[in-house]
Nanobody, 127 residues
Framework: VQLQASGGGLVQAGGSLRLSCAHSGRAFSPYYGGWFRRTPGKEREFVAAISRSGGSTGYADAVKGRFTISRVNAENTVFLQMNSLKPEDTAVYYC?????????????????????WGQGTQVTVSS
């Protein structure tokens, strides 16, 4: 299983970006997915997660109402739409995935519960 994150870049405060995480390897649908981010000197933090069906989602308080996670299983891709970006959103964003076979609604907010990780994509928000 390989994850490829893309879509990062430089944007002004108030702008938008859409991150993509393309999954290759085994069948995509039995995985829940998540996005995490890391800034220098800080621990990696949870941003958003989605269940394998896409019917359940969760967000960190810092991004709730501004970010939207979604997935298209037919395209083996998870997206993170980021609106109303703030300078404090500047970070390297990582996508992650973990297999799950017994629940359509479960996802995790803990990085310890993700087996597969993408390489990260830089998001920089200027003030």
């Amino acid at each position: 299983v390989q994850l490829q994150a893309s879509g990062g870049g430089l944007v002004q405060a108030g702008g938008s970006l859409r991150l993509s995480c393309a999954h290759s390897g085994r069948a995509f649908s039995p995985y829940y997915g998540g996005w995490f981010r890391r800034t220098p000197g800080k621990e990696r933090e949870f941003v958003a997660a989605i269940s394998r069906s896409g019917g359940s989602t969760g967000y960190a308080d810092a991004v709730k109402g501004r970010f939207t996670i979604s997935r298209v299983n037919a395209e083996n891709t998870v997206f993170l739409q980021m609106n109303s970006l703030k300078p404090e959103d500047t970070a390297v964003y990582y996508c992650a995935a973990n297999p799950i076979y017994n629940s359509n609604s479960y996802y995790s907010t803990s990085s310890n519960e993700y087996q597969y990780w993408g390489q990260g994509t830089q998001v920089t928000v200027s003030s």
